[in-house]
């Protein structure tokens, strides 16, 4: 079985500029996430999706961040434009449901440089 | 204070020894707590999860809980120098859909 796939695996990028992040999960998997990864700490969640909702978007900078996720499956989440404490590493996760022991499943993450 | 607390390390073992990970987290209504494992540069992935009191065992590694004291661990018996990682412990609140909130992670060192 295929794992939660990401791509781009590495960005570099000049502040201001717009960037994009792709994710295709797990077949199967209703739940997708997004999170955030600096150095040397946790993963923090920016936002959770049941199928086609938002359903926790509460930690998204919206002012500059964007996602969506067409038709349940794939995501994309953005970003524009880019600032220079944006640099981190994006993570997708996916789950089978909701419940509260369904194990999220990482994919390999973005690892975003902004110059 | 962090919702969920973990020494950032790192932890120094020698081969063959139990390495002892420990996590202490806020809020009381968390119901279910996982452990990760992260090699550098790579992606998290899921070794141990436990939601009852008590201990839990899955070969080399034992998963204890107390939520009285608020209080999860993570044991790893025989430890190898593979076992060298980024240990992140998460919680989730379960009353809030699939939500983890994750530690900063301890990073562990296991001497050959």
């Known amino acids: 079985e295929a794992g939660v796939v990401q791509s781009p695996r590495y960005k570099i990028i000049e502040k201001k500029q717009p960037v994009a992040f792709w994710c295709n999960p797990i077949?199967?998997?209703?739940?997708l996430y997004w999170y955030l990864q600096n150095l040397g700490q946790g993963p923090e969640l920016l936002i959770r999706?049941?199928?086609?909702?938002?359903?926790?978007d509460s930690q998204l900078p919206k002012d500059r961040f964007s996602a969506e996720r067409l038709k349940g499956v794939d995501s994309t989440l953005k970003i524009q434009p880019a600032e220079l404490g944006d640099s981190a590493v994006y993570l997708c996760?996916?789950?089978f449901g909701t419940g509260g022991t369904d194990t999220q499943y990482f994919g390999p993450g973005t690892r975003l440089t902004v110059l | 204070q962090k919702e969920v607390e973990q020494n950032s390390g790192p932890l120094s073992v020698p081969e063959g020894a139990i390495a002892s990970l420990n996590c202490t987290y806020s809020d009381r209504v968390s119901q279910s707590f996982f452990w990760y494992r992260q090699y550098s540069g790579k992606s998290p992935e899921l070794i141990m999860s436990i939601y009852s009191n008590g201990d839990k065992e899955d070969g080399r590694f034992t998963a204890q809980l107390n939520k009285a004291s608020q209080y999860v661990s993570l044991l790893i018996r025989d430890s190898q120098p593979s076992d060298s990682a980024t240990y992140l412990c998460?919680?989730?609140?379960?009353?809030?859909?699939?939500?983890?909130?994750f530690g900063g992670g301890t990073r562990l060192m296991v001497k050959p």
């Open positions: 999706y049941e199928n086609e909702e938002a359903v926790d």
């Open positions: 077949s199967g998997h209703n739940t």
């Open positions: 996760a996916s789950s």
């Open positions: 998460a919680v989730n609140k379960n009353n809030a859909g699939n939500m983890l909130t």
